[in-house]
């Protein structure tokens, strides 16, 4: 059971063993039948036309609560026709089908408006000129506007493109560093969130729930920075050890809840979240250590780690911060994708997450899988860990080295359906979030736990795909749902 | 299913190898006493353990000399020990398990207190152990009613962070703390509503729901603390405390009255409500249609409960108990809002849910089991002259309790069968 055909991983997860009977309709698949030698479910891997079909519909009805649709036939009989239709209207018609990629736009869309709210009704000044609305509406109402779209605006110019700059650009007056900060910042941002991402989205397709993100990237950078100021080095081999080490710390602390539910069925959920708090005292502890505390500084800083393993820049100039941590968070992205989809021990995982008890009887060793996925995860994490550390200003380990990407990781995860191309996409937006954030905070002065609020609420539209539906009145499609059904219980 | 799937599992390799549960506790424990009695060892010579016992207006010293009392807990440990591992053990595990987890704390507890000028305030320690304790009291019943119903709540520390900022917002702008109770157990069950609504009606994975539903809190309130509170504290940040309450009488019995009756309303409160609780859960109709709503579904349905509905109540009534947990942080003690104030609680109250196997008694016991950690992990980290071990390391001591309680001591729980399943009719 070496590579099976490749799917879209995450749709046709779930073993179905009633496929077995289906005639194969393709003769791509044909090609496989190692896998249904070595197990009774090769029905995730050699996908067929009418279980796939069936298995949408029951989608469906599941996605759109206990009530069958009843434009549900349209949508069946809705294909053939649409072949016909110029692509304008193919398009229109595409913006208001509740397919993936539409429900998160729409879900950003929710989020923002929902945000907006909430900048104009914690505003003293703005929620005082409601009192009066009725006599004069449009002060309450432009001021509304003027602070929901600063803030935004603020958001999008620290992410992307500062629009000044751009103007002066056009002038012919380019500053390449300033013209580029914010995407610099967005690339040095996503690059660790990405790593936690494609930590919880492997766990997630092990059929595990790792939250302890937080706490092997805590890991991972305590792992990192002890190698990269206790070894010394020659360039090149550094950064690389650098980051080993943080891979490895991570998963270490990683495999701990997937070796402790393996053999004691302790759910991972609990475990790791009480790893994260360990963790992050262990960081305290690690840092007032003689061995790791800073000579220099009394306050809480470790040695800064020595300039060989420092990631190179990826613009070549200083004063941007990006480094090539976004390339090798891409590159553990691509790694990842080829483990799920094409290796031995990626079928094993998904076959387990999808259905633990069919692994057994296919004689697949679960906890070992439990304990593997865990320790891979963590390590990913650990690497996002390392990298955030390696990007910080002080190249050193400080109590809040690793922020929140741990938990920011799990949103990226959900948000990018737990595949490695979609946590990518999902890592570069919530990198930019994060990277406007700051700016709107210093700008507009909204402070950034907004960008967490926006994050969790669309992940919350994601997450209800039938919510968002409902709410845009769009017509149903295939897939869109969020397909992750783990922790069925305790 | 799957969690328990692979308990199962290991349990029956535990059971027919060597290696039963009984054994590997038995050998933890001895290890557990050896340890103690390097403790004693480490401890100097003539040094007393100072207990001071508060006992109707003046307190009562108890002197132990420190190194024999270590000696002999330590002994005490190593014997339930040896016992758990001979054949003659099989049925102590539990009984054992109490004995020498007691024994090998109380010996960590006089090691560390064997100093000139240091003694421990039992009473107050107690006192301590119960009020840290109330959150997750709170906590756990909100996932009693939940679970015991269907609906998986990890959004628990959520509920506690909108129910402490509330709290503290309403509190402070009504100067009332009991209008800020209301309104903290109000937004604990909003939470609540869109965890039931997400997760009943658009059946959204409940611990992924509930994992986000704790970021958006954690969002929420720190958003709403730096726009609205930070700037005006005075205003808007300085919550009422809501008041204590001595029962005549009961309080003058020595040691435990104080701890016991002479407590803040919220002691009361939560107590009552384990009362509560567990009467309605297992003496009710209410109880009994929850309970099978929670094991099966389809059945309670055929005899006509509506499940979802059962379930809609429950996580509401579950929220409500949570937000009354979470305003404790803030109008429990006068404490201003802080952005994630709750560090976890909201989590440890779902491991003292499963420690306590869904039960309102037993998760009383187990959050008063983390409560007295937490106590003690303060009471060492302030101690004059400091702890000989990091306070750091101490700080963990809750958490480390938590994995060794779920992972392990509790031996094989049993969820509620229908646990974080959605029910469609079909």
Known sequence: MTKPPVEPPGEGDAPDTTGNAVPEPEGAAAASPEPAASSPDAGPVTERAEVRAEKEALQEVA???????????????????????????????????????????????????????????????????????????????????????????????????????????????????????????????AAPLIFTGLAVALAFRSGLFNIGAQGQAIAGAIG?????????????????????????????????????????????????????????????????????????RTDAISKSVDNTSWLPSLFLNANLRANWGILVAIAAAGVI???????????????????????????????????????????????????????????????????????????????????????????????????????????????????????????????APALVKAIFRLRPSRGAGLDLTMAKGW | MTTLATAEVAESKA??????????????????????????????????????????????????????????????????????????????????????????????????????????????????????????????????????SGVINVAIEGQFLV?????????????????????????????????????????????????????????????????????AAEQYNSPPRLGDWTVPLLSDIPVIGPALFDQNIFTYMAVALVAIVYVALFHTPFGLRTRAVGEHPAAADSVGVRVNWVRFRNVLMGGLIAGVGGAFFTIGSAIAFNKNMTVGKGFIALAVLIVGRWNPIGALLGALLFGFTDQLQIFLSSMPGGSPIPSQFLSMLPYIVTIFAVAGLVGKVRAPAADGVPYVKS
């Open chain 2, 163 to 231: 129910g402490a900022f509330t709290g503290a917002l309403i509190g402070t702008l009504t100067a009332s703390a009991w209008a800020g109770l209301i309104a903290g157990a109000l937004a604990g069950c909003l939470i609540g509503l869109f965890l039931a609504v997400l997760a009943i009606r658009y059946l959204v994975d409940q611990v992924v729901l509930g994992v986000v539903l704790n970021l958006l809190a954690l969002g929420l309130t720190g958003f709403l603390y730096e726009r609205i509170m930070q700037q």
């Open chain 1, 337 to 463: 994708g080829w483990l799920l989809s094409r290796s031995t021990l990626g079928f094993r995982m998904r076959t387990v997450g999808a259905n633990p008890d069919a692994a057994r009887t296919a004689g697949m060793s679960v906890a070992s899988t439990y304990a593997t996925a865990m320790a891979c995860a963590g390590a990913l994490a650990g690497l996002g860990g390392a990298t955030i550390m390696l990007s910080s200003t002080s190249h050193a380990l400080t109590p809040a080295v690793v922020g929140n990407i741990g938990f920011d990781g799990i949103t990226v995860a959900l948000l990018g359906r737990a595949r490695p191309v979609g946590v990518v996409m999902a890592g570069l937006l919530f990198g930019a979030m994060q990277a406007g954030g700051v700016r709107m905070q210093s700008v507009a002065d909204i402070p950034v736990d907004m960008v967490t609020v926006l994050q969790a609420l669309i992940v919350i539209f994601i997450a």
């Open chain 2, 15 to 148: 059971v027919h190898g060597f290696w039963t549960r009984s054994v590997k506790g038995g050998l933890t424990y001895i290890a557990l006493g050896l340890i103690a009695i390097w403790f004693g060892t480490r401890v100097e010579s003539g040094a007393n353990a100072v207990f001071k016992i508060f006992w109707t207006g003046e307190d009562i010293e108890v002197k132990l000399p420190a190194a024999a009392t270590v000696f002999a807990l330590a002994g005490i440990c190593v014997i339930v020990g040896a016992l758990l591992v001979s054949p003659l053990g099989a049925g102590m595990f539990t009984g054992g398990t109490a004995i020498a987890l007691t024994a090998f704390t109380l010996a960590f507890v006089c090691f560390s207190i064997a100093k000139p000028g240091v003694f421990l305030p039992v009473t107050a320690t107690m006192q301590g152990a119960l009020f840290l304790a109330l959150p997750l009291i709170l906590g756990a019943l909100c996932g009693v009613l939940c679970e015991r």
């Open chain 1, 63 to 189: 996605g759109t609560g206990t009530a069958p649709q009843p434009d549900q036939t349209v949508a069946v009989e809705a294909p053939p026709v649409e072949r016909e239709r110029p692509w304008a209207v193919r398009f229109l018609r595409y913006l208001v089908t509740a397919n993936s990629v539409m429900v998160t736009i729409y879900s950003l869309i929710l989020a923002m408006v929902i945000g907006g709210v909430l900048i104009v009704v914690s505003d003293e000044e703005i929620r005082g000129m409601y009192t009066y609305f009725f006599s004069r509406p449009g002060d309450a109402l432009s001021a509304s506007w003027t602070a929901i779209s600063d803030a935004y605006s603020a958001l999008f110019q620290g992410a992307i493109v500062d629009f000044t700059q751009l103007e002066l650009a056009f002038q012919g007056q380019v500053d390449w560093t300033k013209l580029l900060r914010p995407i610099s910042d967005t690339l040095t941002n």
């Open chain 1, 224 to 296: 990192a920075a002890v190698v990269g100021f206790g070894l010394d080095l020659p360039l090149g081999i550094h950064v690389i050890a650098t980051l080993l080490g943080g891979a490895l710390a991570g998963a270490i602390w990683g495999a701990i809840p997937g070796v402790l539910k393996a053999r004691t069925g302790a759910h991972e959920v609990i475990t790791s979240i009480m790893l994260n708090y360990i963790a992050a005292y262990g960081l305290l502890w690690v840092i007032s250590t003689a061995f790791v505390h800073s000579t220099e």
